[in-house]
């Protein structure tokens, strides 16, 4: 005969997380994957009024980081001005100091062919 040893099973109650072993358990493995919930597409929509003063967040910060990379911008176009210019100065020295060797180069060649003309007279 039949005795009740064992307490009766009752419905699981609708607040406990187990949920027990799910039913289509024949080798798809899902009970190791999470239970699906309900599709609501506007359950994490904003309100306007929110959504504009995010937007003016963002806004003041994307004007603060441009204004920060144009100084960076300037401050290092300034920096290559004065490399450019340093660079022109030393050119024009270099230029001029070649050309005063040439012109000392022709002049001490002119004198020698002065003194070879001299010495071919003189004897």
Do not use: C
Not at 50 to 58: D, I, T, V
Not at 86 to 93: D, G
Request: charged letters at 45%.
């Amino acid at each position: 005969m039949f005795t009740d040893t064992q307490a009766p099973a009752g419905p699981p109650s609708q607040g406990s997380a187990f949920q027990g072993i799910r039913k289509n358990d024949v080798g798809a493995g899902k009970q190791w994957h999470q239970t699906k919930t309900a599709f609501r597409p506007r359950a994490n929509q904003t309100s306007y009024a929110k959504r504009l003063e995010e937007r003016k967040a963002l806004a003041v910060v994307r004007a603060k980081e441009k204004e920060m990379k144009d100084e960076k911008e300037a401050e290092r176009q300034r920096r290559i001005e004065v490399i450019r210019t340093k660079r022109a100065a030393k050119e024009e020295r270099e230029r001029y100091q070649k050309m005063e060797e040439k012109m000392h180069k022709k002049r001490v060649e002119r004198l020698k062919r002065k003194e070879k003309r001299n010495n071919m007279l003189k004897s």
